[in-house]
């Protein structure tokens, strides 16, 4: 059993034909099959049912397969991780991103990296605040990127940046009946009408829920989402009102696919980046520290 006859065994398994699978691959059918015939002697069971209709997997061969892809996946990372190790530390920048600002800060991203470009290569990862938090702790990301919540729910044991500033919004989808109140609007306007929260425990959704608190108000929340992009669907499907920082959705307010209205009181949220005390490799502190000069020059947000 060996590497090559994996690939080609998952090609066929995927294509779901022998040919497919050689044209995709690059190599001959004759050949391709030979490997997959090998795998299948020394296992001792046929991995494919093969008809007039097509190929499928045995029931023995999927289970094999599911967890061959496993490996083949995890071979393909050690040999990156190889080539990592080869070259000179630090080269590579592994970055979180929020996904609802994702759309904002990627090409700023991608601005600082030209810079870098054959020096330093680029590991992204779009996910939710929490997870950013424990990916920096847990050292699987160098630094992260999202918007401020409560500052007790920040890691202490962090160093975190204040980049720049944005205002809070409320998000209504063009047909809700609020979109013709007068603005700015008031916590207590909105707070009987169906509400689509964000992460009340962490980031701006924790502080959101603050801001009714602070008012002895409770919204009536029907949904609360993980990600900024769910719940911009739900809002633009009327399915509720939602207090958004504003750059979180500027694609879609400019679009006419949602309605920002401001806040009274005005409240503005931060651009964070975290990352660890310690030092990390030279390259990766410089590129570290042009991406924080970019995002606060920039103007992306307000500047804080």
Aim: glycine share 6%; charged share 25%.
């Amino acid at each position: 059993m060996n590497d090559r006859q994996l690939r080609y065994a998952i090609a066929v398994w995927r294509e779901r034909s022998f040919s497919r699978a050689a044209e995709k691959l690059g190599v001959s059918q004759p050949s391709l099959s030979e490997q997959v015939r090998l795998l299948e002697d020394e296992l001792g069971f046929s991995l494919f049912d093969r008809s007039s209709r097509g190929v499928e997997a045995s029931i023995n061969g999927r289970t094999f397969l599911q967890n061959a892809d496993d490996v083949v996946m995890g071979m393909s990372a050690l040999k990156d991780l190889a080539r990592e190790l080869r070259g000179s530390p630090g080269s590579t920048i592994r970055v979180g991103i929020c996904s609802g600002i994702a759309h904002a800060m990627v090409p700023q991203i991608a601005q600082v990296l030209q810079a870098f470009s054959t020096t330093i290569r680029l590991d992204l990862v779009t996910t939710t605040t929490r997870r950013i938090h424990r990916f920096v702790e847990l050292q699987r990301l160098d630094v992260g990127l999202f918007l401020e919540g409560d500052p007790k729910s920040l890691p202490h044991e962090l160093k975190i940046t204040r980049l720049s500033e944005t205002d809070l919004v409320l998000l209504a989808s063009p047909t809700h009946p609020i979109v013709a109140a007068a603005r700015p609007v008031d916590l207590a306007a909105i707070n009987d009408h169906p509400f689509i929260a964000n992460e009340t425990r962490i980031g701006y959704g924790r502080l959101v829920m603050a801001m009714f608190a602070a008012q002895g108000l409770s919204p009536n929340i029907v949904a609360d989402c993980d990600n900024l992009d769910s719940l911009k669907l739900m809002v633009a499907s009327g399915a509720g009102l939602a207090v958004v920082p504003r750059i979180a959705a500027e694609r879609e307010i400019a679009a006419g696919e949602l309605i920002a209205m401001p806040l009274r009181p005005r409240r503005r949220v931060a651009l964070l980046l975290i990352r660890r005390n310690e030092t990390m490799p030279p390259r990766v502190e410089q590129c570290v520290e042009h991406l924080t000069q970019t995002l606060t020059d920039n103007g992306t947000l307000t500047p804080a």
